[in-house]
């Protein structure tokens, strides 16, 4: 089975054929075409609604004929389409919803609405073929949060941020450091020549429920940059140290907390595992601390490749694919929407009706 995926959430336009082998239930990327848009949007030090849907609209088209060719299959030949439809900036999910419906349309093929975060939820079923069910942390620049992913469709959420999400948190702190816009990878290389000691900052709510909180420790680095002030290169980096050093506590702390957890809710689950998925997942330094964590735990650590981690259509594709080997498609008519929980409904065909 092969699927069209397309993806416009964000800032990156994105379109990749996946190849699903119904027999094993393995899958391959043929391709994976990305745009990232994040040249644009550097000089306003975030993602502009506007600006975005309006480069989706330039180059969709041009990117989803780019992934057929790379994977020298014809439009007529591929098994469903599937597409992200939320959650997301409303502009773009516009954008890629209505381009993959007129495909599927024209070409009488089945119509996938995939929900953005569980196409980084299911990324490692492609890559590693793990079998449900799995413990995710999910970081991402609009999303934070640990869930049980039981089985495709079937998500329980154990916490999620209170106030910013982690990605974010990475962006604002960034940008109130000079850095340039993406700030995560840019604060994780600054922090590599810092000293993680230096500067205090809190844990918010580490120890405490599974939910996250990151405005106190943003408003901590606020006030060391203003103690610092004007910032040399050094201060820099060891502000940044600071802030990676915490967030990494405060993720170890939920995880350590989490595996439990897991392990009384599927006890005869021999080989339990952690997942990591979303552009912070990128983060060496995250990736190395709860790698760590789970070896002490006995979990296996599954993250997907970085270039997976971050937004892409092959994850969109390899979610539809999953969907259409259950016999599952959505609606037509169905709206794109900018808040979608992925724990809001138990099953997949309850979502699909549902209108923004
Ligand atoms: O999953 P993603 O590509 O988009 C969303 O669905 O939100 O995540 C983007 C976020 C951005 O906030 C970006 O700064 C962050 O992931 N990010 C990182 C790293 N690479 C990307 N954060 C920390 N360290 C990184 N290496
Ligand atoms: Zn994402």
Known sequence: MRVLGIETSCDETAAAIVERNDMTGNGMILSNIILSQAKDHAPYGGVV???????????????????????????????AVAVTSGPGLIGGLIVGLMTAKAIAFATKKPFIAINHLEGHALTVRL??????PYLLLLISGGHTQMLM????????CL????????????????????????GGPALEKAAASGNPDRIPLPRPLKGKKLDFSFS???????????????????????ISAAFQ???????????????????????????????????????????????????????????????????????????????????EQSKIDIAPRSRWPLDEKNSFKDSQGAKA
């Open 49 to 79: 609604p506007e600006i975005a849907a309006r480069a989706h609209i330039e180059i969709l088209d041009e990117l989803i004929k780019k992934a057929l060719e790379k994977a020298n299959i014809a439009i007529r030949n591929i098994d």
């Open 127 to 132: 890559t590693n073929q793990l079998p449900f």
């Open 149 to 156: 992913v039981q089985d495709l469709g079937k998500y329980k």
């Open 159 to 182: 916490g999620t941020t209170l106030d910013d999400a982690l990605g974010e948190t990475f962006d604002k702190t960034a940008r109130l450091l000079g850095l340039p816009y993406p």
């Open 216 to 238: 106190g420790l943003k408003t901590a680095v606020r006030k060391a940059a203003i103690e610092l002030s004007p910032l040399k290169q050094q201060n820099i980096a060891d």
């Open 245 to 327: 050093m915490a967030i990494t506590d405060i993720l170890v702390d939920k995880v350590r907390r989490s595996l439990p957890l897991f392990r009384d809710a599927f006890p005869d689950i021999e080989n339990p595992a952690l997942v990591i998925a979303g552009g912070v997942a990128a983060n060496k330094a995250i990736r190395s601390h709860l790698e760590k964590v789970c070896k002490k735990d006995a979990f296996q650590f599954v993250a997907p490749p970085f270039e997976l981690c971050t937004d892409n259509a092959a994850m969109i594709a390899w979610a539809g694919a999953e969907h259409h080997a259950r016999g």
